[in-house]
């Protein structure tokens, strides 16, 4: 497929899926249901950060995680005691648990009494995989245990960071289409990357828009670079387009 065919085909489809039907079956409707930034990134972070597996699986389980909170995710994140805490007992999304859950609101509260979600992603002067990469140091600063570092993944130690990129496109583009949420202003973008998986790196294989074979940071990097060639603004709208094909169309 020539380029120009190319991207008058991933218009279409990202025009087709890029709409406000799209949010019902998605991991994003849980940030959809609060109005404030701060709900909306805390809401945001912890139904991206169990995003995997069945999206309904997801919705429900990110949902119970803010029922426990009180659904008031930036008051409890700020202010809840070790016995409230403790409203995540019995929680489980695969590996992802109760102690996970309460080291990630810790983590978060950490991060909110400096610079806050925005300010840190933003840090990477341009640059998302740094950007990431602070993110990740500052979150463990607190007393953890080693076993939830899995949960925030890393650019460089080569994951896909499928979920932070994820979260990244929620927070970042903003085209009035009633799905992202465009409320971080500082990060532009046309510097967003690609949430690779299973999916859109099989649907990206199948337009030559990715040669390696694995679902890895150097895939994203390629797939992502080629998706700007076609839109060098909002490349990532093309993220529409190529789960669309591969989760609704089957391409």
């Known amino acids: 497929m020539k380029k120009a065919e190319l991207k008058s085909f991933l218009d279409e489809k990202a025009d087709r899926y890029n709409t406000i039907k799209f949010v019902d ?20 972070f912890l139904a991206a950060s169990i995003a995997w ?12 995680m803010l029922e426990r909170m009180d659904n008031d995710p930036y008051d409890f994140t700020m202010n809840a005691s070790r016995d409230e805490l403790s409203a995540f007992d019995g929680f489980v999304h695969r590996t992802f648990n109760a102690e996970d859950a309460k080291t990630f609101v810790l983590a978060l509260r950490n991060i909110y009494k400096s610079e806050g979600m925005e300010a840190l992603f933003a840090s990477g002067n341009g640059s998302i995989a740094q950007g990431i990469e602070r993110f990740r ?17 890393s650019p ?15 927070m ?31 649907i990206s294989r199948k337009l030559d828009l990715l040669s390696r074979k694995q679902n ?33 169309e089957e391409f």
């Not at 460089?156 to 929620?170: D, I, P, Q, T, V």
């Not at 603004?233 to 529409?240: E, L, R």
């Open 172 to 202: 970042v583009r903003s085209d009035n289409r009633g799905v992202d949420f465009g409320i971080w202003e500082t990060i532009s973008p046309s510097s967003l990357y690609l949430p690779l998986d299973v999916h859109t790196g099989n």
């Open 216 to 248: 890895d940071w150097k895939a994203v990097v390629e797939v992502s670079k080629k998706l700007k060639e076609l839109d060098p603004i909002d490349p990532m709208k093309y993220d529409f387009a190529l789960f669309g094909l591969g989760v609704y």
């Open 137 to 153: 140091n500052r979150f463990f600063e607190i007393n953890h245990q080693s076993r939830t570092q899995k949960h925030v993944s």
């Open 25 to 44: 079956e998605d991991p994003i409707l849980v940030p959809h249901e609060y109005s404030k930034k701060e709900d909306i990134e805390i809401s945001g």
């Open 53 to 64: 597996g069945k999206r309904s699986i997801i919705i429900r389980n990110a949902k119970s």
């Open 156 to 170: 460089a130690k080569g994951s896909s960071s499928k979920r932070l990129n994820m979260f990244l496109r929620w």
